[in-house]
């Protein structure tokens, strides 16, 4: 019997469409969570739509959920039931390894165990994300979410909250910084909330001129059109950090240009294809490159308590999963405002 529905990828090519299966019994350390929310990534179509290897097909992709626990395994003092959880970008990693002990499983030096697409540490069971109607999951690897805010709008921290929180917490953006965020979309409209809640001065670098009004109201300071040539050189070696979300192919240099003296390009973007960068527009004002992967629990978890302390909640269109191809086509096309959410009450 198939316990679980969901909307999945049956290759790379025709659209998602249902799909069921199931989730596993609960063990001692699992939590069974009810899903209520479920956010859309660019990476999940990055994967499903073969821009990067290592799809299973049948794919249910979804990575930033949030719901109901329902259910807890006997060894569970973390929840109980009815408590309100989030579940990110990965469910599992070795936790032995140096990175796993000192909370950076996103580091896990077997690799982290991600939430879809990705075989289970038993080497044999496939993971399966959110855009489904539960999840069992280790309650090590799962969030506490305070239930005094949006959850539709919360879901979205679980992967580009983090995967931005992180980066410039580490990059030490704080009052009198300037900081440019590049693409103003799932990843750069929280990027903007983030740095400018740090105090920075902030900068979005866009493509379409269209978003000026919004990254005005997202609580950025200043907006600089990337294809205009005059804007890009008034702004040569302006900004002390640089976060690039660019999910597109595109070369470093003309943002590493932007850099001032010790400039850091902080790089979560994943395009399909590796940018090109010129050395000398890295040993000019002794810029960095920097990447950063998601977060770990720990700084998850803190990132999340900031959010509720702050108010601080992604901008979302919450869509019907039956509506999820048209949604992949829009933010494919940029028209993206600024984070699709699947409402998952439309699959039960
Ligand atoms: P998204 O919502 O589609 O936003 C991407 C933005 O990139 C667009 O809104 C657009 O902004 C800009 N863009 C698109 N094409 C461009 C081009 N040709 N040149 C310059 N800018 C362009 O995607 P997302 O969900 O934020 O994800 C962004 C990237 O981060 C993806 O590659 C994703 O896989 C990756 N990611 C990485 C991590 C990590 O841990 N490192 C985690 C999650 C996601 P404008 O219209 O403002 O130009
Ligand atoms: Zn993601």
């Given amino acids: 019997m198939n316990n679980t529905k969901a909307y999945a990828a049956y290759n790379a090519n025709d659209d998602l469409a249902p799909f069921e299966f199931n989730r596993r019994d609960l063990k001692a350390n699992d939590v069974l969570i009810d899903i209520l929310y479920c956010g859309i990534c660019h990476s999940d179509i990055h994967l499903v739509k ?3 290897p290592g799809a299973r097909y049948p794919l249910v992709p979804g990575h930033e959920i949030v719901g109901k626990v329902k259910a807890v395994g006997a060894d569970v003092t973390k929840f109980k039931i009815g408590d309100t959880a989030g579940v990110g970008v990965f469910v599992d990693s070795c936790k032995t390894c140096k990175n796993c002990k000192n909370d950076f499983e996103n580091y896990c030096e077997e690799g982290m165990t991600g939430t879809y697409s ?16 539960q999840i069992v999951v280790d309650a090590n690897y799962v969030l506490k979410v305070s239930a005094q805010l949006d959850l539709k709008a919360v879901a979205p921290l679980l992967c580009a909250g983090i995967t931005t929180y992180s980066p410039l917490r580490y990059a030490g953006v704080s009052a009198g910084m300037k900081v440019g965020v590049v693409g103003l979309g799932g990843l750069g409209h929280m990027g903007v909330k983030f740095a400018s809640s740090f105090g920075a001065e902030v900068t979005v670098l866009s493509t379409s001129p269209e978003k000026e009004a919004d990254a005005k109201k997202l609580g950025a300071h200043h907006f600089l059109l990337t294809t205009d040539a005059e804007q890009m050189k ?4 302006y900004f002390d950090v640089i976060l690039n979300t660019v ?3 595109h070369d470093y240099d003309m943002y590493l240009n932007l850099l001032d003296l010790n400039g850091k390009l902080l790089v979560v973007g994943l395009p399909a294809a590796p940018p090109k960068t010129s050395p000398f527009a890295l040993v000019n004002n002794r810029r960095s490159i920097i990447g950063s992967k998601i977060g ?6 803190e990132m999340l ?3 509720a302390e702050k108010n601080i ?3 979302v269109e919450l869509i019907a999963i039956q509506d999820i191809n048209k949604a992949y086509n829009r933010i494919v ?9 699947i409402d998952l009450a439309s699959l039960k």
């Avoid at 038993?122 to 399966?128: F, L």
């Fill in 247 to 249: 999910s597109a192919n």
């Fill in 118 to 133: 990705e075989l289970e540490r038993d080497g044999v069971t496939i993971t399966q994300g959110g855009y489904s109607t």
């Fill in 333 to 341: 096309n940029g028209d993206v405002h600024y984070r699709f959410v």
């Fill in 313 to 315: 909640v992604a901008d």
């Fill in 296 to 301: 770990g629990i720990k700084e998850t978890q």
């Fill in 234 to 237: 008034k702004s040569r070696n």
């Fill in 50 to 52: 073969g821009d990067w």
């Fill in 305 to 307: 308590d900031y959010c």
